[in-house]
Each structure stands twice: as structure tokens, then as C-alpha cells.
């Protein structure tokens, strides 16, 4: 399935457009998954024609990354025009990101970083349909497969392109680094988990899941290559800014911090963090532009603070449902492994504190694993889709009503609707587990 011309997926297809049709199916005839090569061709005709100036959340890398080679405490610092949104990101990320971000203009640097989205947009569906067994889907099944996915998680996919944000290189980092320790390059497959990590703490989830697969050797090197990440910067700005930044660094992301559990600083905001102290603090409901409360009940901040860390638990015990094979024992089927992984990423965007919307990009796995099972149950069971097709419909409903109904994305982000579209997603998930998937596919190869 490992598509090496995905890279240059973008120029063939521009390239061929005034060449004709003709032309344009010859080169997608040579692609593996030519939907998401005209889907990502769409994309990038969209963003560097509507939004070619837009570079809202790269404002912020950019300048930080200006202020980290002056010596300046880039964690304390406010940055954009409005003098409210700190730097979260690493002081490794800042040293890898100055290649593009010294020597261009933000306006540059943004339009790189977008079209490697682009390219990673791409090349995650790729890393994605390696868990899958296509031979039971034709050719309009995988196109079905494709859109559907597409149309379900357009609003995630939009809003990491339109901040210019990094939820699709930490996927990207997470499903390649798994690949590449899978196939024996544990070096190499580490040192990319490392970076995700260090860029972005989130992916920290994926070493209990590897201990817990028994996979020894590739924990220690990533956390050998953690290590390492840490402390290269100090080679180029010194070990004791280094370590002043370091130390900023934790102060601003450490989750004992107490807005960490109370987290409602921001609109955006959307984990469970969040949900639950708008729901049970009144004080919190103070968006002034609705006279209807979010709140259900007043409680106090100790009590709703204590509910807040039970959901945690609850995400994280919930877990076990999903690992269904022996302690220190590695999955070798791989559409159980995607079924554990899919879940894996939702809790870590539910439990891990001040995730934006544009996080939620984390449980598009989980929507390609649903919508491939949905189409599997359809095709054994025809007049199932129409219980499927509604929950489809719900489902996406949920999740991406902002982007569909946008003259209401003010109300719809009050009330946390991706929130609970992505509880929603993971009954859904939990429901089409990978034994009834296998199942439908012995029966569908039976019919072959």
C-alpha cells in the first residue's frame, strides 16, 4: 500500500491539468488512492487561492522563533496583535522550525508549512489503509470509503490547514513511527515518536500502549531520543537559556497545573477538561452573546475538579476494552490494532488538558476505521444502511456541524458539540469491534 510518489502528488496533478482529462486520469491511474490525490488537489487549489495570506496560529511559531535566537524567555511572553496566546510548543520545535522561518517572510514560511500538511494529509491515509484489508472493497467502495471519510472529518482536516496547525504531523509522527517499529527500523521509527512527542507531549500516550504490547525496545529509544531532543538546543543557544526554557516550558504545560483541570481560558477549548466545568460551574457559562446557560447544576470548584480527574480514569480504564489480547503480547492482526490505536488517540484529545478543535484531527483514524466498518455491514446486510446511514449523518453531524452551518459556529462551539460528537464516535467504535469487521470480511471473500 506504501505509496513513495505521494511527495510529488500535488505538482503531478497540477501539472497535468491543462493537459486534458485524459491526461489527468493517466496520472491518477498510476496513484494508489486516486480520490485522496483529487481530494488533496481540491485542498490545495482551495487554500493557496482563498487563503493564501492566512497565517493565524504560525504567527505565533514564527515569532517565537525570532524571540528564541535573541535570548528571549519565548514561554512568559504574550504574542499575535492582541497580546494573549503564549508559545506551547517545545524549544526543540523552535531550533527545527528556524530553517524556514529565519531566512522567509511568515507569509512563506505559512505556505510551506501548509503544503507539507497537504503532503502529510496524504500520506497519513496511506499509513491508515495499511491496517485494512481492501480485497473485499471494489473500486466504489474505496471511492465511498474515501469521500465519506473526507465529508465526515472535513472540519478537522480545515481547521489544522487554516491555523497552519501541527495535529496532522503529530498523527503523521505517531502511525509512521508505528510502521517503522513494526518493520524492525526501531531507531528510526523511535527517534520520529520522539519528535512528536517532544513537539507536542500528546503522543506520551503511545509509550504505556507499547510497554503494554510488550515492546521494551522501542520505549527506551524513544525516551532515549526524548532525552536527546531536550537538550540539542542547548548546542546553539546554550545550556543555561536551554534549560530556562525548559523549565518555562513545564511551568506552562504541567497538568497539575490548576487551570489545566479547570480549563475554560479560551472559546475554543473542547476536552473533557473543558465540557465538564461549563456544565457544573455557572461562573464559566460567561460567553455574554447567549442568555441560555450551558450549566446543569452549580457545584463547587473541589467537587467539579474531582469529577473532571474520575473522567480521566474512566477514559483511560475504558481503555482495557479495547486491549483485548494478553499483557506484553503484540497484536498481529491489523485491523485490531487500528481498532486500539483509533481509540488510543481519543483519549489522549479528551483527557490531556487545553486541546483546541483543531486537535480533534487526533480522532480521524477512529472516523476511517468506523466508516470502512459501516461499509462492510452494508454490503453484507443491505437494509442496513438504513440504521447506518443515520448514525453516519448524526455522527458527522456532531462533529463538523460548525464547518456545515457556520452562521451558527458561535452557538455550536458553546456547546461543545465536537465534544460530544467524539463521545458519540466512540460508542460507535466500540460497537463495531474487529472481530464483527473480520467476520464480514470472511463472509464477503466467501461470495468472491
Known amino acids: 500500500m506504501d505509496d513513495p510518489r505521494f511527495i510529488f502528488l500535488v505538482i503531478k496533478v497540477s501539472n497535468c491539468v491543462p493537459l486534458g482529462m485524459q491526461k489527468v486520469k493517466q496520472v491518477l491511474q498510476k496513484v494508489t488512492y486516486p480520490t485522496w490525490a483529487i ?60 530553517s524556514i522561518m529565519t531566512w522567509l517572510s511568515v507569509e512563506s514560511a505559512s505556505w510551506v508549512w501548509k503544503f507539507v500538511n497537504l503532503i502529510l494529509l ?83 500516550i503511545l509509550i504505556p500502549y507499547l510497554l503494554y504490547r510488550g515492546n521494551f525496545s522501542s520505549t527506551w529509544k524513544t525516551l532515549l531520543w526524548f532525552v536527546v531532543l531536550l537538550f540539542i538546543p542547548a548546542l546553539f543557544v546554550g545550556f543555561e537559556y536551554n534549560n530556562l526554557l525548559l523549565d518555562k516550558w513545564w511551568g506552562l504545560i504541567n497538568p497539575l497545573n490548576k487551570e489545566h483541570n479547570l480549563d475554560v481560558s479560551e472559546k475554543g477549548l473542547t476536552s473533557i477538561t473543558t465540557l465538564i466545568p461549563v456544565l457544573f460551574i455557572e461562573n464559566y457559562t460567561w460567553d455574554t452573546a447567549f442568555s441560555w446557560s450551558r450549566h446543569i447544576v452549580d457545584l463547587s470548584e473541589k467537587t467539579v475538579v474531582i469529577m473532571v480527574q474520575l473522567a480521566r480514569i474512566v477514559i483511560v480504564l ?100 465536537l465534544t460530544y460528537g467524539t463521545l458519540f464516535l466512540i460508542v460507535v467504535l466500540s460497537y463495531l469491534k474487529p472481530d464483527r469487521v473480520l467476520k464480514n470480511i470472511k463472509f464477503l471473500k466467501g461470495r468472491i
Not at 64 to 87: E, M, P, R, S
Not at 140 to 152: P, V
Not at 374 to 380: G, H, S
Not at 383 to 391: A, E, M, Q, T
Request: proline share 2%.
Open 318 to 417: 475504558y481503555m482495557f476494552y479495547f486491549l483485548r489480547t494478553k499483557v506484553l503480547v503484540a497484536e498481529k492482526i491489523k485491523i485490531k490494532m487500528m481498532w486500539e490505536l483509533s481509540y488510543l488517540l481519543i483519549a489522549g484529545v479528551l483527557i490531556f488538558p487545553h486541546q483546541q478543535q483543531y486537535a480533534f484531527y487526533l480522532v480521524f483514524p477512529a472516523i476511517v476505521y468506523v466508516v470502512y466498518a459501516i461499509i462492510l455491514e452494508i454490503k453484507v446486510k443491505p437494509r442496513s444502511k438504513f440504521v447506518w446511514g443515520p448514525v453516519l449523518v448524526v455522527m458527522f453531524l456532531l462533529i463538523s456541524s460548525e464547518f456545515y452551518f457556520g452562521n451558527f459556529h458561535a452557538f455550536i462551539r458553546y456547546v461543545k458539540l
Open 122 to 204: 496524504y500520506r497519513n491515509w496511506v499509513l491508515f489503509a495499511q491496517y485494512y484489508d481492501l480485497k473485499v472493497l471494489n473500486k466504489k467502495d474505496i471511492r465511498y470509503w474515501s469521500l465519506i471519510t473526507f465529508i465526515g472529518g472535513l472540519f478537522l482536516i480545515y481547521l489544522n490547514l487554516h491555523n497552519n496547525q501541527m495535529t496532522i504531523f503529530i498523527v503523521w509522527s505517531i502511525f509512521e513511527s508505528i510502521r517503522l517499529i513494526n518493520n524492525g527500523d526501531e531507531w528510526l521509527g523511535s527517534l520520529i515518536l520522539a519528535v512528536g512527542i517532544n513537539f507536542k507531549i500528546l503522543p506520551i
Open 39 to 98: 481530494i488533496i488537489f481540491v485542498l490545495f487549489v482551495y487554500f493557496y487561492t482563498k487563503e493564501l495570506y492566512s497565517i493565524s496560529d504560525f504567527g505565533i511559531f514564527y515569532l517565537a522563533v525570532q524571540d528564541f535566537w535573541q535570548g528571549i524567555d519565548i514561554y512568559t511572553k504574550l504574542y499575535t496583535d492582541c497580546n494573549c496566546w503564549h508559545y506551547f510548543y517545545s524549544p526543540f520545535f523552535a531550533l527545527s522550525f528556524s
